[in-house]
């Protein structure tokens, strides 16, 4: 978790293959399957801001990035529901791989409305 504007226990939920996992592959071949796609790709993810303690008025604006790839600007009342994000940044993700094998994930958050 991390905190930014006064908001307390922001976090980045990443989702591959742009759902959220219900159960992960079961058969040998669901797994090699899997395996390739995460490590050849093409691998689409989606990428959402969770706020669980938004002041009023609950309106955050901000944009996501996968490495280089910035998506939004994104308005979200957060009072209303906790989540929100970008569903498909029209990217493969492993594209945005660094030399060092990391990838970077980010929020860009421009700011809150005065209440």
């Known amino acids: 978790p991390f905190s930014a504007f006064g908001l307390e226990d922001l976090r980045l939920m990443v989702f591959p293959d742009g759902k959220e996992p219900v159960k992960g592959p079961r058969s040998r071949r669901q797994k090699e399957l899997y395996t390739k796609k995460v490590t050849e790709g093409p691998l689409e993810g989606c990428l959402k801001l969770k706020v669980p ?3 009023p008025p609950h309106i955050v604006e901000y944009f996501l990035h996968i490495g280089s790839v910035r998506c939004g ?6 009072g209303e529901n906790t989540v929100n994000g970008c569903l498909d940044f029209g990217i493969d993700w492993l ?5 060092d094998q990391s990838l970077m994930v980010k929020v860009e958050i421009l700011g809150l409305p005065e209440a």
């Open 73 to 78: 600007p994104f308005k979200h009342n957060f």
């Open 95 to 99: 594209k945005q791989v660094e030399p």
């Open 53 to 55: 303690e938004c002041p």
